[in-house]
């Protein structure tokens, strides 16, 4: 398992632990995801992390687990935080592709070796049971609805928890919880074009109270981004939902998160 510590953590627990909360990273299906949030975790600036970042072909360690990680105001002191590759918004076929099925077992196996380890049962809670204590294996948005400290509603009403907790179990169970040391990794979801465009030569950008850019190579970025399965609206005009999705894009890539399309991000693009 590789390591990219991140500062953004508080030393030590003030409470034991008992909760497993599952995060998603909010990105497209790429086999560097969980590297390149690992890093955007790693930046003092970003004032978030995780203890795990896993997508199809990795698993990467951000924050030891005996140290609290900041990603889920009202379970981070008692809580092991996970985030995986995808997006709350994700359907139940995006949550069967092959790519998603090598991602959930990687997690699986995690997520057994953390029950393991701090005797955390196989089992998702009710709502109910985690207002009243009880351990287990929740949602960010569980956490959410009980606590309101934040409004994050990942892994999304889709994310398949009957079959994810049956794959716990059976790591849990018996199969091996280890990380395979040669994991084969499945296709990205989305091949990048041979016919991809040279960066236009124009920066895209965003101001508010500003007339909003326009053209054709603003739908072509849009596109792209609606290829790589982030949720955007192509309209040919980059507005705040454009550079918030921008912004996503540049997270997952490891690139400086300004929403601003410059060459750099049209070049991870292609």
């Not at 918004?89 to 069967?96: D, F, K, L, M």
């Not at 018996?174 to 030569?201: L, V």
């Amino acid at each position: 398992m590789q390591t990219i510590t991140s500062p953004n953590k508080t030393r030590g627990r003030v409470a034991p632990i008992r909760v497993i909360v599952v995060h998603t990273m909010e990105t497209g299906e790429s086999g560097n995801v969980a590297e390149n949030v690992a890093s955007y975790f790693a930046r003092p600036s970003t004032n978030a992390s995780a203890h795990l970042c896993v997508d199809n072909n990795s698993v990467v360690r951000c924050v030891s687990d005996s140290d609290t990680a900041w990603a889920a105001p009202g379970c981070n002191s008692d809580g092991l935080q996970i985030e995986l590759a995808g997006r709350a918004g994700q359907n139940a076929a995006q949550w069967a592709d092959e790519y998603s099925k090598d991602l959930l077992d990687l997690a699986a196996r995690q997520v057994a070796g953390w029950c393991k380890k701090h005797s955390i049962p196989a089992r998702r809670l009710t709502r109910a049971q985690l207002r009243a204590g009880q351990r287990g294996i929740v949602g960010h948005q569980d956490v959410s609805a009980v606590y309101k400290r934040s409004d994050h509603w990942d892994p999304g009403g889709n994310f398949p928890w009957t079959s994810f907790i049956a794959k716990v179990k059976h790591y849990l169970d018996g199969g091996t919880t280890e990380q395979p040391s040669k994991p084969t990794p499945s296709k990205p979801s989305t091949s990048k074009p041979s016919d991809w465009p040279a960066f236009p030569g124009r920066l895209l950008t965003y101001w508010p109270g500003q007339p909003l850019m326009s053209g054709a190579d603003i739908t072509t970025w849009q596109n792209r981004l609606k290829q790589l399965k982030y949720t955007i609206t192509v309209d040919g005009r980059y507005g705040p939902m454009t550079a918030a999705t921008t912004k996503v894009f540049q997270r997952a890539e490891g690139l400086p998160v300004d929403g601003i399309v410059g060459p750099n991000a049209w070049r991870a693009a292609g």
